[in-house]
């Protein structure tokens, strides 16, 4: 079906960022790419789409891609009529941001049916087309509350949903070809789990061939026959997935660099916080926290109804501990954490900051954070400008630049790129760099490490680690990797359906989880 020679992708007065890669996939067929953060995995496969950023060029190679009719076309030389004939029909994309690559000011049931008119020309009337669409939202497993779910905005929905409608718009028009690019980053292991196995069932029904984009191995096992390692725009392995992912982290070994940020920085940083600093009064205290939000109206004149993202939440964070928050999609984890920072106004309870403190937010989805029309460094030294005001520029700019190299991000060759020119990890870097900036008392970290690579993610971890028993910071972490909240934190919370349904050392609830909804999240992740 797909046979790509020789890809080579660059930016004017950069090295190449895909070099010289080759790999073929037959008719129903599953490939997958594997890589670190930055390898260009996504920029391969936008360029089969005809969707690469501005000033992305093609210097070489074929695409050759046999259509269900007629004869092969090369991909790299089609031009933007042709490929609104393609996209949709014979090759589609999950993106890997669904509330950047969803219209935010749309509703979802209008883009399900603008999807519908320009794929499926087939069906006539509005009926038609919303019947079909209905169809899809049973196919990918949403068959309740489809009123809200059409009415909704996409900052209305779970990233669970999020992630369904995505797939369900990037099937409409029966595509012979789907990719797949992260498809399950952000989300948690129940859902992750579903999701994989909605994407295999859909693959199967409807004889699709599938090219998997991710970092995490777990995730690859699952989805692909055939494996392309990627490291700094090259091919380094390709085979059976099944023989790669049997070497495990060795699949990696090539295209691991060696990292010296955490022996530095145990060397330059106090380690006996929790030993100084023991009577230090609590950073953060909830209680009886409830979140609500309206549903959206069925017409201007509708009453609104008010439905809860959390009830009765309660916790406390003591100066530099690690407190983690777990939980399916959709149970108010995000909520909780978009309240304390005053981004969503509570309907009940109290929540009490120590004083002098701040709480700085790390989002989820880093693209739809960062200003796109702004460098990585003005985004850091914007905050600078907040938290420390009447500051030299290049003070600002020194310092934005000393925080780019802690997260490891080169400022020389990143600071002065915009969100567009990042993947999908450096971007989440920079938004780490961002809420650092702001010297926080309380950083709540939601999904932070979720788009970075293994050794990168690593990297990161050992950073806040270290940041937060130097500098006495309370790290609220909101993630769906139980094995990383075991190893990594103190405390952890269980929530579902908007409330705390167990809490506990990490280690110790993760053993012999008592809570329905800890057993069910232990078992997804050990599947």
Known sequence: MLKVSDLTISFPNHPPVVN???????????????GLSGSGKSMTAMSLLGLLPPGARIDGGEAWYQPEEGPEIDLLQLTEKQWR???????????QEPLTALNPVQRIGDQLLEAARHLCPELKTDAARQGHVRKWLLRVELPNDQERLLRSYPHQLSGGQRQRLLIALALLGAPRLLIADEPTTALDTITEASILRLLERLRRELGMATIFITHDLGVMRRSADDLLVMEAGRAVRSGLAGGLLGMGDEVFSATESPRTYTEVQEAKLPRTYTEVHQSQPKALQVTDLAISYPTPKAFPWSKSQSKAA????????????????????????????????????????????????NIQLIFQDPFSSLNPAHSVRRAIMEVLRVSEPGGQQATYAQEADRLLDEVGLSAAAFGGRKPSAL????????????????????LIADEAVSALDAPLRKDVLDLLDALRKAQGIALLFISHDLELVSERADRVLIMDAGRIVERGQAKAVFAAPKSEMGKRLVQAGSD
């Open 20 to 34: 010289g890669i080759n790999f073929e996939l037959a008719a129903g067929g599953r490939l997958g790419l594997l």
């Open 85 to 95: 004939r393609l996209r949709g029909r014979e090759i589609s994309l999950v993106f």
């Open 310 to 357: 959390a009830t009765g939440v309660s916790f406390s964070l003591e100066a530099g501990e690690w407190v983690a928050i777990v939980g399916p999609s959709g149970c108010g984890k995000t909520s909780v954490a978009r309240c304390l920072c005053g981004l969503l106004p509570s309907s009940g309870g109290s929540v009490v900051l120590s004083s002098g403190g």
């Open 423 to 442: 993947s999908g990890g450096q971007r989440q870097r920079v938004a780490i760099a961002r809420a650092l900036a702001a010297r926080p008392s309380v």
